[in-house]
């Protein structure tokens, strides 16, 4: 049925490449617009957005912005494509003040209602006093009735008023930018990157969350959470690690230009390799990458990268396409290679690489030595929205990889 909805959505609203604007096509109001996504249980996730002069986008999450330049109008229709990613929206003005549509994840068949209204500048309303604050650590489980689902998490909040911001980290990377509201005891949190479409909705106590998640409109659980400021997840480094019956890493997958590349080859001798385990579809890869490119364009000539690329992305074509974007758009200097296509399902990426115990998380770093020893793997990432654990990142990266150097 939602394959069947996409088909007919795309079949409708056809756009082609940008180009001049013709008197019949409509002007995207400059300012603010406040824009929602309906997901389950009729709940409204919203997020904001500024229209710049130029007719491009800015989108807010806390205190994140994302510029994005791939708007397209014809006529009363508009296309708003992301960054990096796949999804989009197709919607088409009501009004001046109203825009009406679909986010769609094509490869993914979901189609997400959407709508947007100029003005508005709150993410959620303001309607009562806080009887709580959340300020802290809060030690977390989501699904915890259903053990083949549940997972833990650390929720890390600052409430300024009615005001939240913050994240959930769990062992396999972080929620990203997560801002909302709390209303008496009830707390609203919302994100939107153009991959994420999260909501959290919970009751609060001076020491307890419970509450649901609700990521689109395909997926919602419930999570709950107990005040703890000095609760820790495990370790990163000791949840991926090479099986007893293996003494190497290594992989066999073509560069965007079709060449099959390996750690065998000459660029990665004699250096110390990291690498990369990442989709072009994941926000977490990506604030990833921002900083592997950084140190990237600043590093020893020793240090080589190399990023393996699972994508759901349905065919090879396309799936290459991703990445070049992928590259183009983050300035990617390193080598991408296509590890997989047509499925992001970690146990399928498990078998292309079965030294390792699992594939527990996109993203994934493998660190390896000069001598083609693994000599750590860090499982997840911990992005900018964490704060202090994304700067600790960082200083034991780069002295790890000091350390690897000197040897």
Not at 93 to 116: C, E, H, Q
Not at 175 to 182: D, K, M, S, T, W
Not at 237 to 246: G, I, Q, R, V
């Amino acid at each position: 049925m939602k394959r069947i909805l996409v088909s007919l959505l795309i079949a409708t609203i056809l756009f082609s490449c940008k180009k001049e604007k013709t008197s019949k096509d409509i002007d995207f109001k400059k300012g603010p617009w406040r824009a929602i996504l309906e997901v389950q249980d009729t709940k409204k996730l919203p997020f904001l957005i500024e229209v710049m002069e130029d007719q491009t986008l800015r989108i807010f999450n806390a205190e994140e912005s994302i510029d994005t330049d791939e708007v397209v109008i014809e006529g009363d229709s508009i296309k708003i494509k992301f960054p990096v990613f796949e999804g989009y929206i197709a919607a088409r003005f009501i009004d001046s003040m109203t825009i009406s549509g679909s986010y769609i994840k094509k490869s993914l068949n979901r189609v997400v209602p959407f709508k947007a209204t100029y003005g508005a500048q709150d993410r959620f309303d303001i309607v009562s006093k806080p009887i709580y604050d959340v300020t802290g650590n809060w030690e977390t489980v989501f699904s915890k009735d259903k053990k083949e689902d549940s997972y833990i998490a650390k929720g890390i909040f600052k409430q300024q008023g009615n005001i939240i911001t913050g994240t959930f980290r769990t062992t396999t990377g972080d929620y990203r930018y997560l801002e909302g509201v709390i209303n008496n005891d009830t707390i609203q949190l919302s994100t939107f990157d153009g991959a994420h479409a999260f909501l959290f909705t919970a009751q609060v106590t001076d020491s307890t969350l419970n509450g649901y998640f609700y990521s689109g409109n395909h997926w919602k659980e419930p999570f709950t959470a107990i005040k703890n400021n000095n609760y820790e997840l495990p370790s990163e480094d000791s949840l991926t690690f090479l099986k007893e019956n293996y003494d190497a890493f290594a992989f066999n997958f073509p560069n965007t230009e079709g060449n099959i590349v390996s750690l065998e080859d000459e660029q990665f001798k004699d250096k110390v390799v990291i690498v990369q385990l990442m989709g072009t579809w994941c926000p977490n890869c990506m604030d990833e990458t921002k900083y592997y490119v950084d140190y990237y364009n600043k590093k020893n000539s020793d240090v080589e990268f190399v990023a393996l690329a699972f994508e759901y992305a349905r065919t090879e074509e396309k799936a290459f396409k991703s990445i070049k974007r992928w590259k183009d758009k983050l300035k990617v200097a390193y080598p991408i290679l296509l590890a997989q296509y047509g499925t992001s399902d970690k146990k399928k990426a498990q078998e292309k690489l079965p030294m390792l115990n699992h594939v527990l998380s996109y993203p994934t770093t493998i660190f390896i030595d000069k001598k083609g020893v693994v000599r750590k793997i860090h499982t997840g990432f911990n992005g900018p929205a964490t704060g202090e654990k994304y700067i600790n990142f960082k200083n034991d990266f780069e002295s790890f990889v000091n350390q690897l150097l000197k040897e």
